[in-house]
C-alpha cells in the first residue's frame, strides 16, 4: 500500500529552527510537496521537490532523497506565525497526490 | 500564481436539505478538479477526482448518489451534498490542476459546512 509518515506534533521555540521529517512508500514518484495549513483554512503551497538535493525559498528548505524515501522541511528564524500543520504529499505514478496525516508545528515565545 | 475560489465559505443548513459547493478555477483552465473533506485535526481526505467533461472518479467508501460531482466546463465544478446530515458537517476544499501541469494543485479556501 502507499504510506506517508511524518510526526504528529512538534513543538520549537520563536528564532530556533526546526526539521519536519517525511518518509514515503507509494506506487511510483513524481515529485513531493510540503504544503501549510493554518487552522480551519485550506493548505497553502510551499515546496516542491522532484530530484534530490536542497530546495531553499527563504526561510523555508525542503530536502529530498528518492533513495531513501525520505524528504524534511527546514524552518529557519520561526515566528509565531509559522504555527500550523505542514502537510508533507507524494504524486505518485498516477499524478495523484497522496497526503501525510500533516505535522502541527506549535511555536512557544 | 493560480487562483481558485469557492463559494460559498460556510453554510449552514438543515439536516435533510441539499447543498452546492462551487469551485472556480479564476485564471486558468482546470482539466482536473479534486475535491477533499477535512474533519477538525485531521488531514485532508481524498473524496473524489473530476476530469473536465466526464464522470467523477470517487474514492473508497465515498457515496456517488450522496456527493454529487459536476465538471461541465474547464474553469468550474460543484459537489452537491444531498440530504445533508450532521455527519456531513466538516470542512470541503477544492483543488484544480491545469492540463499543463502533471502535478501542483491550486487550493480553495475551503467551505466550512455545518449541518444542524
Known amino acids: 500500500g502507499q504510506n506517508i509518515d511524518q510526526p504528529t506534533e512538534m513543538t520549537a521555540t520563536e528564532g530556533a529552527i526546526v526539521q519536519i521529517n517525511c518518509t514515503y512508500q507509494?506506487?511510483?514518484?513524481?515529485?513531493l510537496f510540503w504544503y501549510q495549513q493554518h487552522a480551519g483554512e485550506a493548505p497553502t503551497f510551499l515546496s516542491y521537490n522532484v530530484l534530490d538535493g536542497l530546495e531553499e525559498k527563504g526561510r523555508f528548505s525542503s530536502f529530498l532523497s528518492r533513495s531513501k524515501g525520505y524528504s524534511y522541511l527546514l524552518l529557519k528564524e520561526l515566528q509565531m506565525k509559522d504555527s500550523a500543520s505542514y502537510l508533507c504529499a507524494v504524486s505518485d505514478s498516477n499524478y495523484q497526490l497522496i497526503w501525510g496525516a500533516g505535522t502541527k508545528l506549535i511555536i512557544k515565545p | 500564481g493560480a487562483v481558485v475560489s469557492q463559494h460559498p465559505s460556510w453554510v449552514i443548513c438543515k439536516s435533510g436539505t441539499s447543498v452546492k459547493i462551487e469551485c472556480r478555477s479564476l485564471?486558468?483552465?482546470?482539466?482536473?478538479m479534486f475535491w477533499y473533506r477535512q474533519f477538525p485535526k485531521q488531514s485532508l481526505m481524498l473524496m473524489a477526482t473530476s476530469n473536465e467533461g466526464s464522470k467523477a472518479t470517487y474514492e473508497q467508501g465515498v457515496e456517488k448518489d450522496k456527493f454529487l460531482i459536476n465538471h461541465a466546463s474547464l474553469t468550474l465544478s460543484t459537489l452537491t451534498v444531498t440530504s445533508a446530515h450532521p455527519e456531513d458537517s466538516s470542512f470541503y476544499i477544492c483543488?484544480?490542476?491545469?492540463?499543463?501541469?502533471?502535478?501542483?494543485?491550486?487550493f480553495g479556501p475551503g467551505t466550512r459546512l455545518t449541518v444542524l
Open positions: 483543488s484544480a490542476r491545469s492540463g499543463s501541469s502533471h502535478n501542483e494543485q491550486f
Open positions: 485564471d486558468f483552465q482546470a482539466t482536473t
Open positions: 507509494t506506487s511510483g514518484f513524481n515529485g
